[in-house]
Nanobody, 127 residues
């Protein structure tokens, strides 16, 4: 099991930027595929972006393409989500999640395929 702690959320005006971080402890990030999800009250958890265990493959939800960038830093055992051009609709709690790297890459959309989750960091975008 890997422990995850997100940070970097906050209040930002529309058009602004935030960089979310997800510090992993207990195991190297290279043992896992990674995902960022977000959730607003009353809605299901929504996929945002994913990166594979080696950091060589990324994928994004349509809501994130062209605006968000997922990356990792092996030396810091940390995942990032750089968010630019934020919109009020991006408001929510953002979670990072891990699934073991022997899981199929193509199941990145499925929250149930992830075994470890952080506590979330809240992002609020004002208009």
């Amino acid at each position: 099991q890997v422990q995850l702690v997100e940070s970097g959320g906050g209040l930002v005006q529309a058009g602004g930027s935030l960089r979310l971080s997800c510090l992993a402890s207990g195991h190297t990030i290279r043992l896992y595929h990674w995902g960022w999800f977000r959730q607003v009250p009353g809605k299901e958890r929504e996929f945002v972006a994913a990166i594979n265990w080696s950091g060589t493959t990324t994928t994004y939800a349509n809501i994130a393409k062209g605006r968000f960038t997922i990356s990792d830093d092996n030396a810091k055992n940390t995942l990032y989500l750089q968010m630019n051009g934020l919109k009020p609709d991006d408001t929510g709690v953002y979670y990072c999640a891990a699934r073991e790297n022997d899981r199929p890459w193509n199941s990145y959309l499925n929250p149930d395929d992830y075994t470890d989750w952080g506590q979330g960091t809240r992002v609020t975008v004002s208009s």
